[in-house]
Every structure is written in structure tokens, then in C-alpha cells.
């Protein structure tokens, strides 16, 4: 469906059909209003200048480039796209219209083998060329107008292809006929009646046909071409009354009409590829500015995914903490014994973190005050402590010289990673493989240290706050499992599967 802001976008800029309207009206009123004889290079005696015969010649050789390149342009922008019927009705009719032209002003300059004087070659080359333009473009834009499209295209190209190969033999047979300057050039009001058929035929397009295809197909091209017929009518109009004979001013209009008409479809092409270019590059930048918006929203959603993701995250750590507290508060109540207590409160300390092992040292009130290795154990595999069970439970600390030592003298966990400096109470061969950190949290009875927890952890990572909190709680639960039952020295290791 075409739209109002679609014949919008299709239309030359408005400055331009004032500007053919007055190209076409000032030289009528030169024709009609200025001095006589003005533009004419016919002398007193009948006879024309070389200026005339070299003049003419250029002007129809630059009709016929300018028509051969709008055809040239036409069949390369039809040919990639198959979009614009415009081109397609324009392709072949400029082509054989350019050649014709080019037949024409070879007879301008004497170069057409030709048993005919100029002075009936020169008129009849011209009448047959402009009768082949305006049929063509005529019948051309009304077959387009009906039917299907691509069979359209097909046949006004076949047809004009057969009016083009006629048209050059009208000019070979031409080129045989004898002198008709006569019949050609009347005294009557039709100077050259032949040029009125062509006429009638460019009236017809340009006030019937031409706006109709507008309408349908809507483009700078065919907008373009519709303007064209003013200057087409006005060359027709020229040479059919204003042309008395070779060379004169009515002459030079019609031709210089010509070419002019020629050159608004050629504009209209270039001007359809630069809003072509603009089109595009308004496109990409919009397509940029889409993708870069889409990019924002990428972001924004994937860091609404990653809150989302995380605050589930802290959900699910809040949750497994509570749940945590809930075990280690029912282990602390429910043991019957000491090591029990303590082994399943390790346990479940160790399968929240990820610790491997876990181990007990109570404070003995002494004198004097001691941190003592107990008993009591909690690994995943118990094979791998063998040796430091035996190490760790002939153990007498005193404050400040390891980590569990640290812990009961600070009253706070104690994080230490085995690649330091600070001290170690037992033998680095004694640790099992793969351990990097030990972790030391104080069972708390009120401000008071009542003993030590000490964890194994295979990951030399620092204890994030959230666990620092947690292990705070832990210890007052241990606190109170000490309190409840109190640890007494067993003579046997004991170590208790996972």
C-alpha cells in the first residue's frame, strides 16, 4: 500500500518543478518575445554557418551519452534489485533512443553512408528517433499499469526492443530516400507535420500515463520522469511549429529541450542512489543504536539476573546457617557423652564448610592454665590423622603458639594458612596431604574460653564474614555442650567416621 509519506520520500525537492517549468517557459517567451532572428545560424541567403553544423552535432551527441548512460544505469539498478519498475521501463526505451540519437547526429555531420541530402536526412533521423521515444514511453507505462508485474516488465522490453530494431530500419531506409525538404518544411502553421504524432504521443504520456505510473510506483525516478515530459512536449512543440527549416532558432530549442529532458531522468537516478545511501546509513545507524540499546538491556537484565542470582545465593546461605544453628543447638542438647557431642557438632561444622577434620582441646584450669589436646576427633577419613592423632594428643599449650593457643587467648577464630611463618605444634609431615589452612574457634561459656575447635581446610581462603559470624555461634554452642557434659581424659584415641 502506498502511503502519503511514502510519495513523499518519493518526490524530486520542490524547488525542482518550478525550476523545469521555467526552463521550458523562458525560452518560448525568447522565442516568441525576442529579437528576430536571435539563435537562428541561418544567414540572409538560406544558407547556415559551420557554428550550426558543429553546434548541432554536439548537442545530439551529448543527448545520446546522457541517454545511453540513464539506460546503462537503469538496467544495472534493475538488474541487483528488481524493485523499481521505473528502471525497467526506462532501460530499453534510452537505450535504442540514445542510439537513434546517435544515427541523428552522425547525419548532423555528414558521416551517415546516405544517398539523401542532409537537409531531409537531418529532419527525418530526428521525427523517426522522438516517434520511437514517445511510443515506447506511451505503451510501455500503460502495459505496466495492468497485469502482473514480471510478464509487464518482459514484454514492454521485447516490445520496445522490436520498435528500437524497426526504428533503425526506418532510418537505413531514410538514408535511401530522395530529397523531401519540401513536404517536410511548409508554410503552414505545422511546420513539420510529422512531429505531431510525436507530440499528441508525449501530450498523452505526460498527462495521462506518466502520473498514473507515478501513482503506482511511486520513486525520485519515475517522479523524474513524469517532469521530463514538459520538456519532451516543449521540444516536439519547438520543432512542429517554431522550425522553419535546418538550423534555425526553433531548431536549437527543440534539441537543447531534448537533451534537457533526457538529463531529468539521469538526475533522478543519481539522486535515487544518494537518498539510497542515506537510507542505508540511516538505517545502520538506527540498527547501531538498537544494537547499543539492546546491549543496555543485556546488561541490565544479566546484572538483575546476577541480584537475582545472588540475593537467592544469600537466601540460600541465610537458610543453610539457620539450619546449621538448628543442628548444632539439637546435637549440643541430645549427646549423651562428650565425644558424642563434640564429634557431631564437628560433623556438622565440617559438612557446612567443606573442612576435612575436626579435633577438641579443652582449657584445664590448671595451675597452671593449659590448652590440653583430647581425644576427640571428627574426619572424613580417619586413616589420614593417624599420625597427627598421635602428635596432637600429647599436646600442652600454652597461649600465643598456634593457632588454637591464639584463639583461646583472643577469645575469636583464627584463621592460619600453613605457607606461613607462624608457628605449628606439631610436624609438617604429621598434616595430611592437601591441607592449607587450619581454622581454630574458642567454645565460649559467657566471656569465658572453655576450650578450642580446631578444623582442617583444604582451601587457603581467609573466612568471609558471614562464616566468621557463624563460627562466633558455633562457639557458644560448644560452650554449652562443655558446659552440660564435662570432658574427662579417655585412655584410647578414638576417631570417628564420616
Known amino acids: 500500500e502506498i502511503t502519503h509519506a511514502t510519495r513523499e520520500v518519493a518526490r524530486l525537492p520542490s524547488i525542482v518543478p518550478p525550476l523545469v517549468v521555467a526552463c521550458v517557459v523562458l525560452p518560448f517567451a525568447w522565442f516568441i518575445f525576442g529579437p528576430r532572428g536571435s539563435l537562428s545560424f541561418v544567414r540572409g541567403d538560406g544558407t547556415s554557418s559551420a557554428t550550426a553544423f558543429y553546434l548541432h552535432g554536439l548537442i545530439e551527441w551529448t543527448a545520446a551519452c546522457a541517454a545511453i548512460t540513464t539506460s546503462f544505469l537503469a538496467f544495472v539498478h534493475f538488474g541487483a534489485t528488481r524493485s523499481n519498475p521505473t528502471m525497467a521501463l526506462i532501460a530499453p526505451i534510452f537505450l535504442f ?19 539523401t541530402l542532409i537537409s531531409t ?5 530526428w521525427a523517426v528517433g522522438r516517434f520511437y521515444g514517445a511510443l515506447g514511453l506511451t505503451v510501455s507505462s500503460v502495459l505496466l499499469l495492468h497485469g502482473r508485474l514480471p510478464n509487464r516488465v518482459r514484454t514492454q522490453t521485447l516490445l520496445n526492443i522490436g520498435l528500437g530494431i524497426a526504428s533503425v530500419g526506418v532510418m537505413y531506409l531514410a538514408s535511401r530516400l530522395p530529397d523531401l ?21 508525449f501530450a498523452f504520456a505526460a498527462v495521462y500515463s506518466l502520473p498514473r505510473f507515478y501513482e503506482r510506483y511511486p520513486s ?113 542438647n541430645q549427646a549423651s557423652s562428650f565425644g558424642d557431642s563434640l564429634s557431631g557438632l564437628m560433623r556438622e561444622i565440617c559438612e557446612y564448610t ?92 559467657g566471656p569465658m574460653v572453655v576450650g578450642v575447635l580446631e578444623f ?43
Open 456 to 498: 582442617f581446610s583444604l582451601e587457603p581462603k581467609a573466612m568471609a564474614d558471614e562464616l566468621l559470624e557463624t563460627m562466633a555461634h558455633v562457639g557458644v554452642q560448644f560452650g554449652r555442650a562443655f558446659e552440660r557434659i564435662p570432658w574427662r581424659p579417655a585412655p584410647t584415641i578414638r576417631a570417628v567416621p564420616a
Open 97 to 115: 533512443a540514445g542510439v537513434l540519437d546517435a544515427i541523428h547526429a552522425l547525419a548532423s555531420i555528414d558521416l551517415l553512408p546516405s544517398t
Open 121 to 125: 536526412l537531418i529532419p527525418l533521423t
Open 354 to 445: 567443606g573442612w576435612i577434620a575436626g579435633h577438641v582441646f579443652v582449657v584445664d584450669p590448671g595451675p597452671p592454665r593449659r590448652l590440653l589436646a583430647t581425644n576427640c576427633w571428627y574426619a572424613e577419613n580417619p586413616v589420614l590423622l593417624q599420625q597427627m592423632q598421635t602428635e596432637t594428643e600429647r599436646l600442652s599449650l600454652d597461649k600465643v603458639q598456634c593457632a588454637a593457643s591464639r584463639a583461646w587467648a583472643s577469645g575469636a577464630p583464627v584463621w592460619q594458612l600453613l605457607s606461613d611463618d607462624a608457628s605449628f605444634s606439631r610436624s609438617r609431615e604429621s598434616i595430611p596431604a592437601g591441607v592449607k589452612a587450619i581454622v581454630a574457634v574458642p567454645a565460649m561459656v
Open 220 to 332: 525520485l525516478v519515475s517522479h523524474a520522469l513524469m517532469l521530463s515530459m514538459v520538456p519532451q512536449v516543449a521540444a516536439q512543440a519547438f520543432m512542429a511549429f517554431g522550425s522553419a527549416k535546418l538550423y534555425d532558432a526553433g531548431f536549437f530549442f527543440a534539441h537543447g529541450m531534448k537533451l534537457f529532458a533526457y538529463l531529468l531522468p539521469l538526475g533522478g537516478i543519481a539522486l535515487d542512489y544518494v537518498h539510497g545511501q542515506r537510507s542505508e546509513e540511516k538505517a545502520l545507524l538506527h540498527a547501531e543504536k538498537a544494537r547499543l540499546a539492546l546491549i543496555e538491556q543485556i546488561k541490565d537484565l544479566t546484572a538483575q539476573h546476577e541480584a537475582r542470582q545472588n540475593a537467592e545465593a544469600a537466601l540460600l546461605r541465610q537458610m543453610a546457617r539457620a539450619t546449621l544453628h538448628t543442628r548444632i543447638a539439637v546435637a549440643a
Open 181 to 201: 525538404s519540401s513536404g517536410l518544411f511548409s508554410s503552414r502553421v505545422a511546420r513539420r507535420a510529422p512531429d505531431l504524432v510525436s507530440l499528441a504521443l
